[in-house]
């Protein structure tokens, strides 16, 4: 870490002459760089940063360099074009990690928020500029151009540190979608295949294996729900492969599954030869939908009551919906429900193993709806039960499978 003194004058910049001138800004952020440096020390340690103990070179880190670069900064000629682009973040660089994307790394490390991070550089804003006042700097007619440069320079600092930061964490989402797509998934197909074994050789019974097959499938699904949350979280957006296909008969294999594992209950599907269900869609993703729509019925709604898969269309779309009776949906909750972690509250009387999954099951739905530019409705009444009705377009509005949205 560079210390206080390195912070030293850039080529070229001359002092302000006569003993009483007012310094420039650049020169200013050179002989106050101790001051300065303190105030971002004592505002680094009030951040919160999951609790952990930082010492004094861990809240400054990088700062002395940050600063230094930013005097540079000021103390060369610049453009408009330059200017223009600086305060869009877009200012030059060169192949090596700036200061600023340095202490992105740090901070994120250490256990920073990126708004923890971003309110740093604030409180360096703030700091300079009270300290620089009371100086009496400011005041001048070549204050303003040096304020305005400083700005751009600090907005160029956050840009640079947000961009890192945001990366950094993408890449470390993708190595923890790997970790649950390939190290968890793989011991879980090989319990699957055992008790397959198992039973095909006459080792054990279907029944026996019966409870280990079924914790096996929900921790998967577990699985794919958290990998598929993470994907949508770190893209802003599901991502989905069209393909041309029948929904009808995708959702026929996906009720037909239902009936299979759920051979108490009646689940029903009508008008899937009623009309035309053509269209370019995610087949796996639109089997998920249905998957986790039925599964949601199946546990809300009253355990002596079917649940229904009806299908109709129009010229351009192709809609379904899941019905079920029991009880009815708050509308405080319709909105909620579809939040990541959350669940519906008092589940069926009867309860059941899968009551205990991570409430994503229907924020999932949603976002496959948005990510095929559809739209996810609900309805929910003591008369009616409870209704799910999507409604899909035959093709990408926009031609970007993976980008256009709708709205819940």
Not at 260 to 271: F, Y
Not at 356 to 373: D, K, M, P, T, Y
Not at 380 to 400: C, I, M
């Amino acid at each position: 870490m560079p210390s206080v003194s390195s912070i030293s004058a850039a080529p070229g910049l001359a002092p302000a002459a006569g003993a009483m001138a007012r310094p420039r800004l650049a020169d200013f952020l050179r002989s106050h760089s101790g001051e300065i440096l303190q105030a971002w020390d004592q505002f680094a340690a009030t951040v919160c940063h999951e609790g952990k103990a930082l010492d004094a070179a861990a809240l400054r880190d990088h700062a002395a360099e940050i600063l230094r670069t930013i005097a540079l900064d000021l103390a060369q000629p610049q453009s408009a074009q330059e200017q223009d682009e600086k305060g869009k973040g877009l200012g030059p660089r060169g192949r090596l990690p700036t200061p600023a994307e340095t202490h992105a790394d740090f901070r994120r490390l250490a256990g920073f928020a990126v708004d923890a991070m971003i309110t740093e550089y604030r409180a360096l804003r703030a700091s300079v500029l009270k300290i620089w006042a009371r100086q009496g700097g400011g005041t001048g007619p070549e204050d303003l151009t040096d304020l305005t440069r400083f700005n751009e320079a600090i907005d160029q600092a956050i840009a640079e540190s947000v961009g890192r930061y945001t990366r950094q964490t993408g890449t470390a989402m993708e190595l923890f979608i790997g970790i649950l797509g390939h190290d968890i998934r793989n011991p879980l197909g090989t319990i699957l295949m055992g008790t397959e074994v198992l039973v095909r050789t006459g080792q054990v019974t279907a029944a026996a294996v019966k409870p280990i097959n079924n914790a096996a499938l929900r921790i998967q699904a577990i699985i794919e729900q958290v990998v598929d949350f993470t994907r949508a979280q770190a893209d802003g957006v599901m991502p989905i492969e069209r393909v041309p296909g029948n929904l009808a008969e995708q959702l026929a294999k996906v009720v037909q599954e239902t009936r299979v594992r759920h051979p108490q209950r009646t689940v029903r599907m009508e008008g899937e030869s009623a009309g035309d269900f053509t269209g370019s869609w995610d087949e796996g993703r639109m089997g998920q939908l249905l998957s986790n729509l039925l599964g949601n019925a199946l546990l809300y709604g009253a355990s002596d009551s079917e649940v229904s898969v009806r299908m109709w269309e129009t010229a351009s779309q192709v809609c379904f919906s899941v019905h079920n009776h029991g009880r009815t949906i708050p509308a405080g909750e319709r909105e909620r429900i579809f939040l990541p972690l959350e669940r519906g509250s008092q589940p069926n009387a009867q309860g059941r193993d899968d009551s205990s999954g991570l409430g994503l099951g229907l924020f999932i739905c949603r976002e496959i709806v948005h990510s095929h530019a559809g739209t996810l409705q609900l309805e929910s009444t003591d008369a009616a039960g409870t209704t799910f009705s999507v409604f899909l377009p035959r093709q990408s509005p926009g031609g970007d499978a993976g980008s256009a949205r709708g709205s819940a």
